[in-house]
């Protein structure tokens, strides 16, 4: 069974361009969770979508966005991109049922110049 | 607000040592507690998950504690070996769905 997928797994941009980060859950999740791991820093939750519709946000600007598809793959938006926003961005995904138990992707490592 | 700490930050031990990797949390309202291992630069992989009804978990080599009562787990790894050597995350989750906080992590090397 493949595990969460994420694309793609490196990119470089620079201040003031947009990204799109790409999430597919492991079959079967209808959770997807996302979350930044900066250099030095501990990881930080960004995003929750659940059957489609986005469930809990983080402290992180509106300029963070994101969304869930049908097929329950997500995708993160970042728009004007920041320097600080370099990072390891981490997709989970979660089954149903009552384990609570995420499965995490190898993630997106984004180079801001 | 939850605070998960993590000590020590960063621990060196020679091949064949066990050890133990202490996780506190502020509020002992928890659903469950998992421990992550990360290698450089990649993502986490699940180790253990521990249910807040549950006292430990054992996988292998690696047995995991809970007193959610003081805010503490541990987690015990046991003839560590050089493959051993990661970044050990714990979490803690307040819902079945609800999102993960994380700690910072200990830096674990496992030496020849």
């Known amino acids: 069974e493949a595990g969460v997928t994420q694309s793609p797994t490196h990119l470089i941009k620079t201040r003031g361009q947009q990204v799109t980060l790409r999430c597919s859950p492991i079959?079967?999740?209808?959770?997807v969770y996302w979350y930044q791991q900066a250099l030095g820093l501990g990881l930080q939750f960004l995003l929750w979508?659940?059957?489609?519709?986005?469930?809990n946000r983080g402290n992180f600007p509106p300029r963070f966005s994101g969304r869930q598809f049908p097929n329950y793959s997500s995708e993160l938006n970042v728009n004007a991109l920041e320097l600080e926003d370099s990072a390891l961005y981490l997709c989970?995904?979660?089954?149903?049922?009552?384990?609570?138990?995420?499965?995490f992707g190898e993630g997106s490592r984004l180079t801001v110049l | 607000k939850q605070e998960v700490t993590q000590i020590p930050a960063a621990l060196s031990v020679p091949e064949g040592e066990n050890l133990v990797l202490n996780c506190s949390f502020t509020?002992?309202?928890?659903?469950?507690l998992q421990w992550f291992r990360q290698d450089p630069g990649k993502g986490l992989t699940s180790l253990l998950l521990?249910?807040?009804?549950?006292r430990e978990q054992t996988s292998g080599r690696l047995n995991a504690s809970l007193d959610k009562s003081s805010g503490r787990s541990t987690l015990y790894i046991a003839a560590s070996q050089p493959g051993d050597s990661a970044t050990y995350l714990c979490?803690?989750?307040?819902?079945?769905?609800?999102?993960?906080?994380f700690g910072t992590g200990t830096r674990l090397q496992v030496t020849l």
């Open positions: 509020d002992s309202a928890i659903y469950n």
């Open positions: 521990i249910q807040s009804s549950q």
């Open positions: 979490a803690v989750g307040r819902g079945t769905a609800s999102k993960l906080t």
């Open positions: 979508y659940d059957e489609g519709e986005e469930r």
């Open positions: 989970a995904s979660l089954p149903l049922g009552p384990t609570g138990e995420l499965f």
């Open positions: 079959s079967g999740h209808t959770s």
